[in-house]
Nanobody
Framework: VQLQASGGGLVQAGGSLRLSCAAS????????QGWYRQAPGKQRELVAS???????MYGAPVKGRFTISVDKEKRTLFLQMNSLRPEDTGVYYC????????????????WGQGTLVTVSS
C-alpha cells in the first residue's frame, strides 16, 4: 500500500491550496484517513480526519478554513485549504488506517511522503 501526496507549494497569506493523496496497492478497505502537518521545530499535529462513515474532525486552528473530502472510487483524499495563514506553513502528511489483502483482518497505519506548504505574509 502506498500513499502519494501532492499539491503543496508557495502561496501568499489569504490564498488557497488543494492537497491530494492517492492511495494505491493491495487495499481491502480504508477505515479512516487524515491529514497531519509538521511545522519546523514543532510536533506533528492533526489537521483533519475522515472516517469511512463520513465523520470528520478538524484541528482547532483550521476549523472553518479547511475541508477534508474523499473520492472513494479513485481512492483519493483531498484537503481544501482556504484563507491560508503563515502559521499554516509546514509539511503536510496524509495518513490512512488501511486493511490490505495480505492481512485482511488487521488495519495498519500508512503515511504519505509529505508535501510542503509555505504561506508567505
Amino acid at each position: 500500500v502506498q500513499l502519494q501526496a501532492s499539491g503543496g507549494g508557495l502561496v501568499q497569506a489569504g490564498g488557497s491550496l488543494r492537497l491530494s493523496c492517492a492511495a494505491s496497492g493491495s487495499i481491502l478497505s480504508i477505515h479512516s484517513q487524515g491529514w497531519y502537518r509538521q511545522a519546523p521545530g514543532k510536533q506533528r499535529e492533526l489537521v483533519a480526519s475522515l472516517t469511512d462513515s463520513g465523520a470528520t474532525m478538524y484541528g482547532a486552528p483550521v476549523k472553518g478554513r479547511f475541508t477534508i473530502s474523499v473520492d472513494k472510487e479513485k481512492r483519493t483524499l483531498f484537503l481544501q485549504m482556504n484563507s491560508l495563514r503563515p502559521e499554516d506553513t509546514g509539511v503536510y502528511y496524509c495518513h490512512g488506517l488501511i486493511a490490505d489483502m495480505i492481512q485482511p483482518l488487521q488495519q495498519h497505519d500508512y503515511w504519505g511522503q509529505g508535501t510542503l506548504v509555505t504561506v508567505s505574509s
